[in-house]
């Protein structure tokens, strides 16, 4: 049994804690440090805040920020995703892990009898959970689960469209999974095997070159999943879900 010094704290002062964190959010700069005065300096400009805001520096690029209003995300600083987390009681910036983003991702070559809401929803619902659409092309947010490889396209309506995310710059191309540091794979990764119905590539980074994928023939490959969710504007479902 640990031995020390104990400190206890009623249910009624807890609270009194909690409350002074109220409109509190954790954020980090995703895959980059940034310094303190450099993230106070860009946050007013970026969330667009009319009031003043408070950071905490925490340990490992973690900080606190007070503030009373919030424009939508996602947000970007640098090239990075700044990643916003709700504030809750005793958070550790030690042992805390950032598993998912809100992240900007492209389907360029999408034909625009396609730009309809609702499809597009059910559509980028097979990607990752759907935030926000903008744009005069297939350009939306959406949730990554980085511990999930990364789509690299999706058949719509029986023809196959690439997919290509937006300030991820480190993408292992036999897994598909995000890779931060660059070239370091989680503990006990084992890249899968590439399969000819989904190869990956340099596309899936926006603002590369894209060279899309070929079969034999020297055509797109169209090789049809038979466990794609279905892409229908009355059905929301999503194997994501």
Known sequence: MTQ??????????????HKRWDNTLIVMLWGRNIGYRTLCNRLPNLWRLKESVRVVDLANNFYFVKFQTLTDGPWIVMGHYLTVEPWRPQF???????????????????SCEYYDRCLLQVVCNEIGRL??????????????????PLQSQILVDDKWYLISYENIPD????????????????????????????????????????RPPRTGDGHQNKETNTNKGSINALNFGSRFD
């Open 131 to 148: 935030e926000a659409l903008r744009g005069r092309y297939a350009r939306v947010a959406l949730e990554i689960d980085l511990s999930k």
């Open 171 to 210: 993408i292992c191309f036999e897994c598909g999974l995000v890779l931060i540091p660059k070239a370091a794979h989680p503990e006990g990764h084992s890249p899968a095997p590439v399969v000819s119905r989904q190869p990956r590539g340099e596309w899936m980074i926006a603002g590369r070159k894209r």
């Open 92 to 110: 550790n910036p030690s042992t805390h892990k950032v598993t998912s983003i809100v992240a900007w991702i492209q389907i360029p070559d999408l």
């Open 4 to 17: 020390g010094p104990v400190v206890k704290i009623s249910d009624p002062y807890r609270s009194m804690l």
